[in-house]
Every structure is written in structure tokens, then in C-alpha cells.
């Protein structure tokens, strides 16, 4: 059975950096796209980051250059490092694979992580 | 990047009746070279995480009651519940994984009337 469980949320302030894992179960990491989906209080969905099994990684613009995903296929994990943390990006961290190949369409999701940015 | 708009924002409907949410990617998500559509709708219940309802616009992922339909081509889509149940409240989403970055919609709140 595919799991995913995220952990590292918590609380930061702001300017800070955080890492968050994606620990998975019943698969390999390295044979799946693997992304990172947030959810701000009071707002929708926003897709954060994808890392492509050939290792090719994408960023939102409103991320990039302070967010790095990486895959440690050891671990059978994803990060994602956050760094320059502001207040916006409080959210709900959610880590998502598919069970369909190389599909960015994600059926399997973790519960979340909690992220707080603030002083 | 492609902009993903979603109406309505929400919307109330009786037990038993239809729901309908529209979507639209500001250019078509239809790829020519295998003539599928690069979007895929979403289910997100109250402290749930977000769950796969429909990808290539169409085709529903197992276990999804057959009540729901994802429809639509190129840059206009529609989600339907032809019955609404007490379980169907939730935000729905769409998002297209045609190009980077793989844009969600705003979402539509789908409540009991």
C-alpha cells in the first residue's frame, strides 16, 4: 500500500529555513514524480514543486530560488528545503505521487505538514 | 503560464440534485501529438487531504462514484454531480499539468443548500 507521511512543519520566523520530508512506503521514490502541493489558510491549492524521476526539478515562480527539492532514493524520502521564509508561505504542505508512470496527476497524497511563518 | 479560473466561486445545491463547475485555462491544455487534455480535477473535504477525482479531463480514477463526470476540451472543462450527496461537500479543483508551473484553479465550495 502506497504511503506518504510529511514531517518538519512547525513554526518559524520569518527570514528562516525549514526542511520538510516525505518519507514513502510501497513504492520507490526514484521510480515516481514526487510533488509538493501547499495550502494557505483561507486560500486554494498551489503547486510548489516537482522532482521528475530523471531528476529534472521544477519550481512556482514564487518559490523559486528559495525552495530546493531533492530525493534521497536510500531514505526513500523527498525534501523540500525552504529557506527566506515569509509570511506567505504559511501553509499546509502536502508531499503527492501518481501511480500512473510519469504522470504529474497525483492520486496518492500525505496527510500534510504544518508550516507557520511568523515572528 | 497558463491561469486556471474556476466558476462559481461556490455554490449550494439540494441533496439529490445537480452540480455543475466550470473551468477554464487561459490556452488550450490539449496536446495534438496524442490528442489528450492536460487537466485534472480534485476533491478537497474539510481537514482532508486533496483527493484525484478525473485526469486527462475525462477519465474518472477508480473508486470515484459514477455520479461525477469531468468533461471538456482545449481550454473549457466542466465537473458534474449528477446527484449531490451529503459526502460531495467539499472545494473542487482543477489543474492542468500541460507545461510548467502545473496551475490550480481558485476552486469552487460546493455546500448543501
Known amino acids: ?119 | 503560464d497558463i491561469v486556471m479560473t474556476q466558476s462559481p466561486d461556490s455554490l449550494a445545491v439540494s441533496l439529490g440534485e445537480r452540480a455543475t463547475i466550470n473551468c477554464k485555462s487561459s490556452q488550450s491544455v490539449l496536446y495534438s501529438s496524442n490528442n489528450k487534455n492536460y487537466l485534472a480535477w480534485y476533491q478537497q473535504r474539510p481537514g482532508q487531504p486533496p483527493k484525484l477525482l478525473f485526469y486527462w479531463a475525462s477519465t474518472r480514477e477508480s473508486g470515484v462514484p459514477d455520479r461525477f463526470t469531468g468533461s471538456g476540451s482545449g481550454t473549457d472543462f466542466t465537473l458534474t454531480i449528477s446527484s449531490l450527496q451529503a459526502e460531495d461537500v467539499a472545494v473542487y479543483y482543477c489543474q492542468h499539468y500541460y507545461s510548467t508551473p502545473f496551475t490550480f484553479g481558485p476552486g469552487t465550495k460546493v455546500d448543501i443548500k
Not at chain 1, 515569509?86 to 499546509?92: C, F, G, L, P, S
Open chain 1, 1 to 119: 500500500e502506497v504511503q506518504l507521511v510529511e514531517t518538519g512543519g512547525g513554526l518559524i520566523q520569518p527570514g528562516g529555513s525549514l526542511r520538510l520530508s516525505c518519507t514513502a512506503s510501497g513504492f520507490s521514490v526514484s521510480d515516481n514524480y514526487m510533488s509538493w502541493v501547499r495550502r494557505a489558510p483561507g486560500r486554494g491549492l498551489e503547486w510548489v514543486s516537482i522532482f521528475y524521476t530523471a531528476g529534472v526539478t521544477y519550481y512556482a515562480d514564487s518559490v523559486k530560488g528559495r525552495f530546493t527539492i531533492s530525493r534521497d532514493n536510500s531514505k526513500n524520502t523527498v525534501y523540500l528545503q525552504m529557506s527566506s521564509l515569509r509570511a506567505e508561505d504559511t501553509a499546509m504542505y502536502y508531499c503527492a505521487t501518481s501511480d500512473y508512470g510519469d504522470n504529474v496527476f497525483a492520486n496518492h497524497w500525505g496527510q500534510g505538514t504544518l508550516v507557520t511563518v511568523s515572528s
